[in-house]
């Protein structure tokens, strides 16, 4: 079964481009930053959600 059609599977794979993007914008910055509009500036949304969520100070 696809991992579109199993909830649990779609919320894996989401938490995973979420970390990833924050980890490569962590990296190389300027790979996600010159994409902020368009396709690919969902990379560089996941990115902030990423940093702000999972990189905070506060957890």
Request: positive net charge.
């Amino acid at each position: 079964m696809s991992a579109i059609f199993n909830f649990q599977s779609l919320l894996t794979v989401i938490l995973l481009l979420i970390c990833t993007c924050a980890y490569i914008r962590s990296l190389a910055p300027s790979l996600l930053d010159k994409n902020k509009t368009g396709l690919l500036g969902i990379f560089w949304k996941c990115a902030r959600i990423g940093k702000c969520v999972f990189f905070s100070p506060w957890l």
